[in-house]
Each structure stands twice: as C-alpha cells, then as structure tokens.
T-cell receptor, first 111, second 114 residues
Framework: KQEVTQIPAALSVPEGENLVLNCSFTDSAIYNLQWFRQDPGKGLTSLLLIQSSQREQTSGRLNASLDKSSGRSTLYIAASQPGDSATYLCAVSSTGNQFYFGTGTSLTVIP | EAGVVQSPRYKIIEKKQPVAFWCNPISGHNTLYWYLQNLGQGPELLIRYENEEAVDDSQLPKDRFSAERLKGVDSTLKIQPAELGDSAVYLC????????????FGPGTRLTVL
C-alpha cells in the first residue's frame, strides 16, 4: 500500500519568505501527484497537478516538482503572504486507481 | 460554474441512528469520490464512481456504510447504524475524467455522533 508522508507537520514563517513543503511516497508507480490547499472547516482546493511524465508545474507564486525515482515532491511558495496560511496536502494516484493523501503541513504566515 | 455541492454541512446524531449525506458533482463530471477525513489527517477514499458504477469501494465498511449514484449524477452516502467512531468530515469530490484529472472538492459534511 502506498504511504504518503509530509514534513514538516507545521511551519510558521514571517511574511515575504520563500518556503518549501515536502511530500514523499513509497511506491514510485504513480499516475500523478496533486497539491491541495485546505482552509479550516472547508473542502480542498486543487493547486497543482503533476502527471507522472512531468517534472514540475508552476502557477503564479507556486512551483511543484516531482521526482518519481526518489519518491519525492516539493511545493515551493515564493514571497509568502498571510493569505497563504492553510493546510497543504499532497495526494498521489497509484496504479490500480488508488488515491492516497498525506497528513498535510499546516502553514502559518506571520504578518 | 457551480462547484461540488454537499448537504447537509453539519449533522449531529446519536449513536445507532441512521444518517445520509448528499453530493451533487460539477456538471459533466463522470467521476465521483467520497472521502472520510478525521481531524488532523488527510482524506481517505471510501468509494469512487465512474458514472453510475462503483469501481473502487474496497475501503467502504460495507456492514454499515452504503452509497449509490443513480443516473450517474448526484450521489448519496448512508451510514446505518452510526457509531461514535464515525464522527468525521465526509468529503465529496468529482473530476471530469478518471484518475488522471484534477479533483474538485465540496465543502464537506461534518458529522458528530453522540
């Protein structure tokens, strides 16, 4: 069974800093990897989707990379803002059409 | 374009009572997912539908949980009878295609079993 780990579990940074969130998975046979954002009491919002054949995806201040061979993905947030405060989750879809989420990283950006 | 709609948003019931959750996916999305999310954890897939067919229900506790997606559009997830450990957020998501596509989530239903 695929296991997805996110480190750190919580992160606090001052506004304006660049930061990196990490996601690792145990089985490299994946279809894609997605990064989501979840605000308290709300559902998940998709941020970036990386297909297994891709190395990275960018959207605004966000950049996600994927290294299948090492079972790792990173989400880079540039020039962080207080509005970026949320929990960030990564999810992988594996062969057999299974979906696995990590436990998330809770990000706080301090004004 | 309307997003994924779920109701109710909150539900409080006593143990052993039945409960049902409803989800209406984004129009045109063939794939529908039900997830369970415990506090501080990531979502766990309960069941996935492709149109009206349940193609993955391996994580659904079938002794008390059931789901249906009649006509391949909206879906209902039911628990009967509910147990204390069922308290969680139940999330519905949909995607246009199958596993290769972005999932769009609803706001979830927060269930509290007393």
């Amino acid at each position: 069974k695929q296991e997805v780990t996110q480190i750190p579990a919580a992160l606090s940074v001052p506004e304006g800093e660049n930061l990196v969130l990490n996601c690792s998975f145990t089985d490299s046979a994946i279809y894609n990897l997605q990064w989501f954002r979840q605000d308290p009491g709300k559902g998940l919002t998709s941020l970036l989707l990386i297909q297994s054949s891709q190395r990275e995806q960018t959207s605004g201040r966000l950049n996600a990379s994927l290294d299948k061979s090492s079972g790792r993905s990173t989400l880079y947030i540039a020039a962080s803002q207080p509005g970026d405060s949320a929990t960030y989750l990564c999810a992988v879809s594996s062969t057999g059409n299974q979906f696995y989420f990590g436990t998330g990283t809770s990000l706080t950006v301090i004004p | 374009e309307a997003g994924v709609v779920q109701s109710p948003r909150y539900k409080i019931i006593e143990k052993k009572q039945p409960v049902a959750f409803w989800c209406n996916p984004i129009s045109g999305h063939n794939t529908l997912y039900w997830y369970l999310q415990n506090l501080g954890q990531g979502p766990e897939l309960l069941i996935r539908y492709e149109n009206e067919e349940a193609v993955d229900d391996s994580q659904l506790p079938k002794d008390r949980f059931s789901a249906e997606r009649l006509k391949g559009v909206d879906s209902t997830l039911k628990i009967q009878p509910a147990e204390l450990g069922d308290s969680a957020v139940y999330l519905c998501a949909s995607s246009a295609l199958s596993v290769s596509d972005t999932q769009y989530f609803g706001p979830g239903t927060r269930l509290t079993v007393l």
